[in-house]
């Protein structure tokens, strides 16, 4: 990694932050479901993670301009909680505009997601997210760096950031999911994580699962957790593609 840029500050994504993040969403990663219903449902999602104290949400800025952005989760089943608690109308009333808005998207909704997020919106069990180990683990969630920013480390800072946290909560690794032919999967090959499963959604996207360690998280997962099975954990990572 490069030497610490001064010119490069990490803070917290604030509301002001928002328009920035949704676009950069919306160009990178396009094909997801979410981005394709539109800019009003993405800002409510990404609201999400900028209230959760179980989501980390980093901006990088460069000289005060906005350079990039990473969220994540470093308890995933409380920040489940924390969306069925604070988001959930609103979220189902931005998604259901957004199919209004986008009629097309109805089919592909009805067909792969409303079945799982009926039985998500009133379910009031909480899986603990574990690995085949039974260790705790963070998820990251979304990872862009613009093009003119690249190359100087700002992913690797933003990434340890969520590490850091993601450690404190005891998690002893990180996980994430991306598209296979994208510029992610380039990037995460090449910076030492370890491919942990591949296959196609329903909706015809590749999709490369990434798992990476942390070494200085070394607090076993409650022993109470409810294990998910691979399939549940692939579900529950696809609604997040990084
Ligand atoms: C992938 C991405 C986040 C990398 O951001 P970045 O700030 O340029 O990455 P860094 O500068 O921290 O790079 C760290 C290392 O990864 C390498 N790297 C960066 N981008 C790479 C790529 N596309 N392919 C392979 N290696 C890459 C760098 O060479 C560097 O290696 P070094 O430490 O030996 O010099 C950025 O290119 C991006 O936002 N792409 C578009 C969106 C995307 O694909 N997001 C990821 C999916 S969530």
């Not at 030497?3 to 950069?24: G, H, K, N, W």
């Not at 999400?48 to 901006?59: E, H, N, Q």
């Not at 990473?70 to 969306?83: A, C, E, K, L, N």
């Not at 998820?139 to 190359?151: A, E, I, R, S, T």
Request: hydrophobic share 40%; with cysteine; glycine share 6%.
């Amino acid at each position: 990694m490069p030497a610490p840029d001064d010119r490069i500050t990490y803070r917290r994504i604030q509301s002001v932050d928002l328009p920035f993040v949704v676009e950069q969403h919306q160009q990178y990663f396009p094909r997801g479901f979410f981005a394709r219903l539109g800019g009003r449902f993405l800002t409510r999602y990404y609201l999400t993670y900028c209230t959760s104290d179980d989501a980390i949400a980093v901006a990088a800025t460069a000289d005060g301009v906005r350079a990039g952005y990473m969220v994540g989760t470093i308890s995933p089943q409380d920040h489940r909680q924390h969306i069925l608690r604070w988001h959930r109308s609103a979220l189902a009333v931005e998604g259901a505009l957004g199919l209004i808005r986008h009629p097309s998207l109805v089919a592909t909704f009805l067909r792969t997601r409303a079945l799982l997020y009926a039985r998500k919106l009133t379910s009031p069990r909480t899986a603990v997210l574990v690995d085949a180990d039974n260790e705790k683990v963070a998820v990251l969630n979304h990872l862009v760096v613009l093009p003119q920013f690249q190359g100087q480390g700002i992913a690797s800072c933003l990434i340890e950031r969520l590490e850091t946290a993601a450690a404190l909560a005891g998690c002893t690794s990180i996980v994430l999911v991306t598209e296979t032919d994208g510029q992610g999967a380039a990037y995460y090959h090449s910076t030492g994580w370890t491919v942990t499963s591949a296959r196609t959604t329903r909706d015809g996207q590749h999709l490369t699962s990434f798992s990476r360690p942390i070494l200085s998280g070394t607090s076993k997962a409650s022993a109470s957790a409810d294990r998910l099975s691979p399939q549940n954990l692939d579900a529950r990572r696809e609604e997040s593609v990084s």
